[in-house]
């Protein structure tokens, strides 16, 4: 069974501040891997995906994610968090026809 | 704007009763995914749909059931509600089954989420 882990449950940043939330993963086999994002009120929005090919996976709104294989890990970055990126950020893997989602992690970003 | 739309956004019924979400995928899209978000579970994974086949379950009870229709909407069905059903139900939808892995297709959409609240 495949399962995801999100490290951390809520963060708070000033803005400006630069950003890493951890998520690792096991499953035996091929993965595809995602970010969501979720704002306050609004439905799970995509961030990034990985397939394949280069590990280092750029997505929207200045994200990006690190594929460490070895390591099971996909964490989130953002060099420079605005206070608009609050929300919460689910980490989800997919494996076979299943996707497994982590338990979310709360950002707070303030002013 | 996902394109994938859900009804209703909010439903209020009391426990014992039966309630039916709508869905309706993405324009090409053959998969249909239903999740529940509720602050104890999380997100979890209720069960997919493929061009009108159940194609993989997860952590559905067997008081929720579901269907695909021709037209490739989709009706979660939840049945004998009780307090601890009040959740978030999401719709998703993808252009494959996911059954290969890597080929672009897999990305899966998500819909507004319908809100039951069960008194």
């Known amino acids: 069974a495949q399962s995801v882990s999100q490290h951390n449950h809520h963060v708070i940043l000033s803005e400006a501040a630069s950003l890493e939330l951890g998520c690792n993963y096991s499953?035996?086999?091929?993965?595809?891997l995602f970010w969501y994002v979720q704002y306050p009120g609004q439905h799970l929005q995509l961030l990034l995906k990985y397939f394949s090919g280069d590990p280092l996976v750029k997505g929207i709104k200045g994200f990006e994610a690190e594929f460490i294989k070895s390591k099971f890990s996909f964490n989130l970055r953002k060099p420079s968090v605005q206070w608009s990126d609050t929300a919460e950020y689910f980490c989800?893997?997919?494996?076979?026809?299943?996707?497994?989602f982590g338990t979310g992690t709360q950002l707070k970003v303030e002013l | 704007d996902s394109g994938v739309t859900q009804t209703p956004k909010h439903l209020i019924t009391a426990t014992g009763q039966r309630v039916t979400l709508r869905c309706s995928p993405r324009?090409?899209?053959?998969?249909v995914y239903w999740y529940q978000q509720s602050l104890d579970q999380g997100l979890q994974f209720l069960i997919q749909y493929y061009n009108g086949e159940e194609r993989a379950k997860g952590n559905i009870l067997e008081r929720f059931s579901a269907q695909q229709f021709p037209d490739l909407h989709s009706e979660l069905n939840l049945s004998s509600l009780e307090l601890g059903d009040s959740a978030l139900y999401f719709c998703?939808?993808?252009?494959?089954?996911?059954?290969?892995?890597?080929?672009?297709?897999?990305?899966?959409?998500f819909g507004p989420g319908t809100r039951l609240t069960v008194l």
């Open positions: 324009s090409g899209d053959l998969s």
């Open positions: 499953y035996g086999g091929t993965v595809n």
């Open positions: 998703a939808s993808s252009v494959d089954s996911g059954a290969h892995l890597g080929s672009g297709t897999d990305t899966q959409y």
């Open positions: 989800a893997v997919r494996g076979g026809n299943k996707l497994t």
